[in-house]
């Protein structure tokens, strides 16, 4: 592919992509497909001679396309949003041309892990700045860290990762931790001749999106020398409204925080974005020099070199999208974005407090609500798995409180009040069928 048919081609995929947003709502937001069904629609090897633009294309729409589970169409109601704006894209195609690999410049991914590392790497010193006669490895056998046990397993998996103990934190009645349960666990664990050295609190969870209560955690945190990571992927978006700020209180005990862009802040994923408080606590865990990385402003204070601030020594041009959403929506056209989609939450919840044969199982402060069938988990279980089969909308569920629960969270950018609507619509139609057949 030349210049001239890069241009013919780019223009075709322009209109491609845009005739697909435009008319995604038609497409079964769910898949009709077995897993492994690729496997005779494509050849056992590649092509030995080139084949054509046209026929790569047919084949999107003929092998790809039925595949797929659309994030962006607005009936898709599980997990969390995935952003997606057209600013977004056009920045993504300019990144690609671009292809630079970002040493020192653009955004953080792994930021669970990488705070955990962090806050090992502290411990370790500080202890042995206090006994220099233990260990890395004796210490190391004695960090324990924790989390809500409402967070999400990427918490989990960091501490697998980071061969260190994570212990989670029950919660209260409205799935948040509190300063007593955290502190009661801290306290049996130094009884015990651990040391505790990390907790994650997360604002916003994957099940309910509940808030752990910073005010009462950090200031124990902080008594304790324990590192305080804040896990915002979700909800972080939604601080850039004023009315949503309260529930950022305590971020100034914080060691380090974390939201995703991608999730509903309009930026094409993936954008995770990384805040510390001391840079030098990241740095000193991560840092290497070989000679071949060195530059002449290194050392200047003018540039900060990201590089040692993650795993993987390069990335993506990933700022590039934030700064073409950012500067094309502004400030108040996010805003717009966020409280129009907390706003259709509110109508969904509204629609199942309306109907007596269901329940609302968790406080709705965001974009999403989690409701279920009054009975059996069992009955809601049968409830989502027809749902999933319609192929109408999408849902995933979660447990709340030992119970079988549905999550409905507003994700695409295009969803209005008729899709909300429509989807109540259908799972009440569902309802009333599974009902008849279980009353015979």
């Known amino acids: ?30 898949p009709d497909l077995e897993p492994g069904y690729l496997r005779s629609l494509i050849p056992n090897e590649a092509p030995l001679e080139p084949e054509s633009y046209e026929d790569i294309i047919k084949d999107v729409e003929r092998v790809i396309m039925p595949g797929v589970t659309h994030w962006h169409s607005p009936y898709f109601f599980a997990y969390f949003p995935a952003a997606s704006s057209y600013p977004a894209m056009v920045a993504d195609m300019l990144c690609g041309a671009i292809g630079c690999i970002g040493f ?53 998996r960091a501490a697998l990762i980071g061969a260190v103990m994570m212990r989670k934190v029950p919660t209260d009645n409205r799935y948040a931790v509190r300063r007593e349960m955290l502190k009661k666990m801290v306290e049996e664990d130094k009884a015990a001749g651990l040391i505790p050295f990390y907790f994650c609190a997360t604002l916003g969870t994957t099940p309910s999106c509940a808030f752990d209560h910073l005010t009462e955690l950090g200031p124990l ?21 004023p009315e949503f700020r309260p529930l950022l209180n305590g971020v100034e005990f914080a060691d380090s925080f974390n939201f995703n862009p991608h999730k509903w802040l309009l930026v094409n994923f993936d954008c995770s974005a990384m805040w510390v408080k001391e840079r030098a606590d990241i740095i000193g865990a991560f840092k290497m020099e070989p ?4 530059h002449e402003n290194q050392e200047s204070g003018l540039v900060t070199d990201y590089r040692h601030w993650q795993i993987p020594l390069g990335r993506r041009f990933r700022s590039l999208k934030m700064w073409f959403v950012f500067r094309m929506y502004g400030l108040k056209g996010l805003q717009a974005h966020i409280r129009k989609q907390v706003a259709l939450a509110k109508e969904f919840e509204s629609l199942v407090r309306a109907d007596k044969r269901f329940e609302i199982c968790a406080e709705v402060v965001l974009g999403l609500v989690c409701f279920r069938l009054k009975g059996s988990n069992e009955l809601n279980q049968e409830l989502l798995k027809r749902i999933t089969k319609s192929r109408e909308i999408h849902l995933v569920p979660c447990q709340l409180s ?15 009040s008729h899709h909300i609507q429509q989807a109540w619509q259908h799972i009440t139609q569902l309802t009333f069928e599974l009902l008849q057949e279980a009353s015979h």
């Open 1 to 30: 592919m030349d210049a001239a048919e890069f241009r013919r081609r780019g223009k075709e995929m322009v209109d491609y992509v845009a005739d697909y947003l435009e008319n995604i709502e038609k497409r079964p937001v769910y």
């Open 104 to 156: 020192s410049w653009g955004t953080a991914s792994e930021a669970t892990l990488i705070s955990l590392l962090a806050a090992r790497c502290k411990a370790v010193r500080r202890v042995q700045t206090i006994n220099a006669k233990k260990s890395e490895s004796e210490i190391l056998s004695k960090l324990v860290a924790y989390t809500s046990d409402q967070a999400h397993s990427s918490v989990e």
């Open 221 to 241: 945190c902080n008594e304790e020398n324990m590192w305080m990571h804040i896990d915002a992927a979700y909800a972080g978006s939604a601080f850039i409204c």
């Open 291 to 294: 000679l071949y990385l060195k």
């Open 402 to 416: 030992g119970r079988f629960v549905l999550r409905f969270a507003i994700c695409a950018r295009t969803t209005e």
